[in-house]
């Protein structure tokens, strides 16, 4: 199997996913923008990955439009970045940054547009890598302000004085520093020569981004149709539920039974839950019924 279809299959699997936590999110606020807006970024680009290794195996010549619409989603996405860090922190300082970048990206993608950034594209084993021409320095430049830039805002958000502020630049930290790291990576790899790419690391980065929002453990940061958490926890107790009746329904009595599934029930509920109103809503029973069980079973 080509290793070009391992690259599609990664940008495809990334897209998918993303594209299905996007779908989850139920919020309407300036935040939730900032959120779709990278998301849609971000589906855009994995789904080209998927384009791009299906020309590289049937034909590798007429990669390089495709190439050019994907490096261009790479400056919106940076911007999408910066436009959640700025969102976050609300700050003068941050729509100052955001302003100065949006003209730099400007100008960066007129330079692209004009080939004075990269001559052509090379295939490697694995990937495509673009061939610098004279100013791409230039670009680099652009790429470490850039990623510099959005991490200094966030930074800043964990020192203002509003809490809520600094617990969102919090997440928002450890969400998008995968996405920073593997871009910063590539950028200090291919200054030092090495045929470094984002390919695979990528759609990577972004789903782990994703995925630390949406179980930020307050669920507030963005608002979802089900905390997955809750999901997470359910399907453990049922895992729980369903091992020990494969091992044991054979010779113990049914009443018995039935008691030790309840028990696993209500202890998994109360163990995620601080109140019995919380723990009845997240087994979908009453709360009157809840507490009957575990006046009956569990003994509290």
């Known amino acids: 199997m080509s290793s070009y279809y391992w690259l599609g299959l990664v940008g495809a699997a990334a897209a998918i996913a993303q594209g299905w936590m996007l779908f989850k999110t139920k919020s309407h606020t300036t935040l939730s923008s900032a959120f779709t807006i990278l998301s ?6 994995h789904s080209l990955e998927f384009v791009i290794s299906l020309l590289l195996v049937s034909n590798p010549d007429s990669i390089v439009p495709a190439m050019h619409v994907f490096m261009a989603t790479l400056y919106f996405m940076a911007l999408a970045m910066m436009n959640m860090a700025k969102t976050i922190v609300g700050s003068k300082l941050a729509d ?3 302003n100065v970048l949006a003209v730099m990206t400007a100008g960066i993608m007129l330079m692209h547009a ?7 594209f090379t295939l490697t084993e694995y990937s495509v890598i673009s061939t610098p021409s004279e100013y791409q320095g230039i670009w680099f430049m652009y790429a470490s302000i850039l990623l510099t830039s959005i991490a200094g805002v966030l930074v ?3 020192y203002d004085d509003n809490k809520e502020v600094n617990r969102r630049s919090w997440v928002a930290i450890k969400a998008l520093s995968p996405i920073i790291i593997c871009s910063m990576s590539v950028v200090i790899l291919r200054q030092f020569g090495i045929n470094a790419s984002t390919a695979i690391a990528l759609p990577f980065a972004s789903s782990i981004m994703l995925a630390i929002l949406m179980l930020e453990e307050k669920n507030e940061f963005l608002v979802f149709e089900e905390n997955l958490k809750d999901r997470w926890a359910r399907t453990v107790i049922k895992l729980r539920v369903g091992f020990y009746v494969l ?4 010779g113990t009595d049914r009443k018995e039974l039935l008691k030790t599934i ?3 029930l209500i202890t998994g509920a109360m163990k995620r839950k601080s109140t019995a109103s919380d ?7 009453p709360r009157n019924t809840l507490n009957n069980l575990r006046q009956k079973n569990v003994g509290s």
């Open 262 to 264: 309840d028990t696993i």
């Open 247 to 250: 091992f044991n329904w054979h």
């Open 96 to 98: 100052f940054a955001f």
């Open 40 to 45: 849609l970024i971000l589906i855009l680009q």
């Open 156 to 158: 800043s958000g964990v």
């Open 114 to 120: 004009n080939g004075m950034l990269f001559q052509s």
């Open 279 to 285: 723990a009845a809503e997240f087994l979908n029973i």
